[in-house]
């Protein structure tokens, strides 16, 4: 059974930081890219980041030059570093993972920011 479990999520002050970790586990088939998205109240999921097989790596215009993605394919696990946090940042962050005939969603984990 494939199970992605989401963590470090929390409450951050305004400038803070926050590192999100996303575990895939019982994936058989190799992983492709893998991706946080986020869904604050009332609004649409969108893409935050996301990162190739072969690391590449593309963020939401938003997030650019405060938020890192990065992967380590050993544990199937993706991270994102958040820095430099602002309040419109507040929402649920959901990791996907995207393999060769399947995708994967996590549950989500909270991130507030505020002070």
């Known amino acids: 059974q494939v199970q992605l479990v989401e963590s470090g999520g929390g409450l951050a002050q305004p400038g803070g930081s926050l590192r999100l970790s996303c575990a895939a586990s019982?994936?058989?088939?190799?992983?492709?890219?893998m991706k946080w998205y986020r869904q604050a109240a009332g609004k649409k999921r969108e893409l935050v980041a996301s990162?190739?097989?072969?690391?590449?790596?593309n963020y939401a215009d938003s997030v650019k030059g405060r938020f890192t993605i990065s992967r380590d394919d050993a544990k199937n696990t993706v991270y994102l570093q958040m820095n430099s946090l602002k309040p419109e940042d507040t929402a649920v962050y959901i990791c996907?993972?995207?393999?060769?005939?399947?995708?994967?969603w996590g549950q989500g984990t909270q991130v507030t920011v505020s002070s």
């Open positions: 990162i190739t097989s072969g690391g590449s790596t």
């Open positions: 019982g994936i058989i088939f190799s992983v492709n890219a």
């Open positions: 996907f993972v995207d393999t060769l005939y399947l995708d994967y």
